[in-house]
């Protein structure tokens, strides 16, 4: 006699509708724009900057601004952006407010003028070299991939991106990006797909790497530059700095108001005038019911002002 094993076409079937599922997922997730603002409700917006691949999945980082002023710049699996890609949309630029150069070349004026100090992409080939091919490759696509980096830290922080990047600077930074993504593909086309996976992971750990940063930084650029470079760092941390203690004092406000609410709704008597408090004809006050003052409402306002932010990091000061 014939007999069906339900089990396993059970089991066949849970593991056939996973795999529609998340193609289906991965099919839907929003194709990324980078470089500029996600505007949303709450008037922040978020400047995707990159996505590199690791053991943990596609990882992106991403700056959050608000009027134009940097708050922190934060990185995530790309799965776990969904929520708020879901309601911050992209705004378009306004036109651009400078005059284009013609062509990029070495030393010409530009705008901002810092921008004639960035190397060219030749450049950048000819000075950054490693031990082998391939390594070679692997720090000049992240060097190519942190370039861009520098360009925007280099902005004042009364700079808003609502101005978008002028055209020098769009110039350089695409110029940039597209080496990176030039050898990238070159060298995914003529390797294996593992080759290609080890290969992300070895320029994205030389991204990350504060030897390798100094090394590079030092040797492409002036040290007027690298002092600029500095000062611009110093004159950004200390906004983003007040930015965060004047959330902490309004929030350390709010919590002690609501604190007095609360000790004041437990012991009325603390409020009663003196003449009444002891006068034997006063009434008893009556309890405050739950809907004027809900203890789960009182609770909530007095957690955490906001959740943990994950900072990019920085490679240490050259």
Known sequence: MRTTRIPSLLKLAAILSGAFLFVSLTAAQEALQFNV?????????????KCQSNARGEICFWRQEKNGQLIVERYNVRGQMDGWLKICKVQAPPPAKFPA???WQPGQPMIPSYLS???????VKREIQGSSPDDTLARQVAVFTYLPQIV????????SVREGLTPDEQKVTGAYQLAAYEMSQAYAKSHTPEEAKAFERKHGQY????????LWFNGLFSQAFRDGYG?????NAAHAKAHFDAEQRTYDNAKAQLQAAVSSTANPSAIQPAANRNSPAASPPEEPSASVFPKSSATAWISSPASARNFLPLPASA
């Open 117 to 123: 100090e960035f190397p060219t992409v030749e450049k």
């Open 101 to 103: 150069t013609p062509q």
């Open 152 to 159: 925007i830290r280099s902005q004042p922080p009364n700079r």
């Open 37 to 49: 603002p996600y505007h949303c409700p709450d008037g922040t917006d978020n400047i995707i900057t």
């Open 231 to 235: 000062h611009a760092q110093s004159a």
């Open 207 to 214: 991204e990350m790497d504060s030897d390798f940063y100094k």
